[in-house]
């Protein structure tokens, strides 16, 4: 009972704040008008999404921009934190490795609003890179506001900022590997690559897949506010995505419900995705998320 009742305040929050707004999803279906209830606004079916897939090419352009951003991210921000991971643990000194540790860590509790403006002061037009390059007498370069660089300026000030954090979960699990295994394989003649490749890796295998497809679920939100905060300069074309596109379209355009209906997509792709992932984790003799 005691247990229950630590867990109660956790529960109620949950449903309040996550699962009771998922009712509002029904003005996806309606032509909601925010001086009218949702039941007193009249049914249109499916056409708010009939007009997301026939007739905006902003919602395809910001649907495309969200693909792109997600096939990035999965393929270069996620094993990141691995191989930090990997790198911490093979260093001898417990002292150089907390101080890395709480150095990887510190930029996590930094927000959006701070980070970018970090990354502005350093690689803007008048940034500290561009005024070393013009003391040295050296052509300056346009990083920050430029649209063709706006997913690489966004992936890697992902890595800078969560990297360090997603490393703690690996470390955790590496130190329950069994020792007397890489014992063992040094005894053998392993060397350090060997028994990383042999008996972390294989030992990291489950938490790699159950944290890539806890991933897939929220693949698709890729950072709404560090992207509003610099969508400014390099335009809607290169920096609108699916969460932006909702709020421009919702909350300043005033059009309800088709910005339901595409959060509502969102959402059950993210569900769909999760689902998938996990069927594959099962052929491939994993736990996943659930069992079977």
């Known amino acids: 009972m005691l247990l229950v009742a630590l867990g109660l305040p956790g529960g109620i929050a949950l449903i309040v704040f996550q699962y009771l707004p998922l009712l509002g999803n029904v003005i996806a279906f309606k032509d909601y008008q925010p001086y009218l209830s949702i039941s007193e606004s009249p049914w249109v079916g499916f056409s708010n999404f009939s007009f997301l897939w026939d007739g905006n090419p902003d919602f395809l352009n910001a649907l495309w921009n969200t693909v792109v951003l997600t096939l990035i991210q999965t393929v270069l921000v996620f094993p990141v934190p691995l191989v930090l991971a990997l790198v911490l643990n093979s260093l001898a000194g417990e002292r150089l490795k907390r101080t890395l540790q709480s150095i990887l860590y510190l930029p996590h509790f930094l927000s959006w609003v701070i980070v970018v403006a970090l990354f502005q ?61 890489y014992e063992a394989a040094a005894v053998d003649g392993a060397g350090s690559w060997r028994r990383m490749w042999h008996i972390t890796l294989p030992a990291l295998r489950g938490l790699i897949i159950l944290l890539l497809i806890l991933r897939l679920g929220s693949s698709l939100s890729v950072g709404f506010e560090q992207i509003v905060l610099q969508q400014g300069p390099v335009g809607l074309q290169a920096s609108e995505v699916l969460d932006t596109w909702v709020y421009n379209n919702g909350i300043l355009g005033g059009a309800w419900g088709t910005s339901a209906a595409a959060g509502l997509i969102k959402g059950l792709v993210g569900v769909l995705l999760v689902i998938g992932a996990n069927k594959l984790a099962h052929a491939f003799g994993e736990r996943g998320v659930y069992e079977k």
Request: aromatic residues 8%; proline residues 3%; glycine residues 8%.
């Open 121 to 181: 002061q350093m690689l803007g037009n008048a940034g500290m890179l561009n005024t070393f390059l013009v003391q040295n007498d050296l052509p300056i370069v346009q990083i920050i506001g430029v649209p063709e660089l706006f997913k690489a300026l966004l992936t890697s000030q992902v890595i800078w900022k969560d990297a360090g954090w997603g490393t703690i979960i690996f470390l955790a699990a590496i130190s329950r590997v069994d020792q007397e295994q």
